[in-house]
Nanobody, 130 residues
C-alpha cells in the first residue's frame, strides 16, 4: 500500500511561486509518480509526471515551461516547483503514485495519464489571485 502526503499549498499573487512536496510514507517502489489538479467544476488535469526514476518527464501543456517536477529517492519525496503562477492555476493539487504498474498509458501518449496511477494523496489547495 502506497501512502502519500502533500504539503506546500497556499495562496499567492499572480506571477509568484510555490513549491509542493509529496512525501511517500509507505510503499516506496513506484514506477511513476505525478501531480494532478482539479478546479471546481473542471475535470482532473495531469500537471506533471516523472517515470522510471526520471528517465522520462511529461508536463501538461498549460504548465510547460513554468512548472518543474523532481524526485528525491533518498528523501522519498516528489516536488513540484511552480513558477509564474496564474489565476487559472488555482486548484486542488494531488500527488499520485503508480505502485508497481508500468505506467504504459503515459508512456504511449507522452502525457500524464491518470489511469496509470493507483494511489492518491489527500490534496493541497493552491490559490492564485490576480
Amino acid at each position: 500500500q502506497v501512502q502519500l502526503v502533500e504539503s506546500g499549498g497556499g495562496s499567492v499573487q499572480a506571477g509568484g511561486s510555490l513549491k509542493l512536496t509529496c512525501t511517500v510514507t509507505s510503499g516506496y517502489n513506484n514506477y511513476c509518480m505525478g501531480w494532478f489538479r482539479q478546479a471546481p467544476g473542471k475535470e482532473r488535469e495531469g500537471v506533471a509526471g516523472i517515470y522510471n526514476d526520471g528517465g522520462s518527464i511529461y508536463y501538461g501543456d498549460s504548465v510547460q515551461g513554468r512548472f518543474i517536477i523532481s524526485q528525491d529517492n533518498a528523501k522519498k519525496t516528489l516536488t513540484l516547483q511552480m513558477n509564474n503562477l496564474k489565476p487559472e492555476d488555482t486548484a486542488m493539487y494531488y500527488c499520485a503514485a503508480s505502485g508497481l504498474f508500468p505506467c504504459a498509458l503515459s508512456t504511449r501518449s507522452h502525457s500524464v495519464a491518470a489511469g496509470d496511477f493507483a494511489y492518491w494523496g489527500q490534496g493541497t489547495q493552491v490559490t492564485v489571485s490576480s
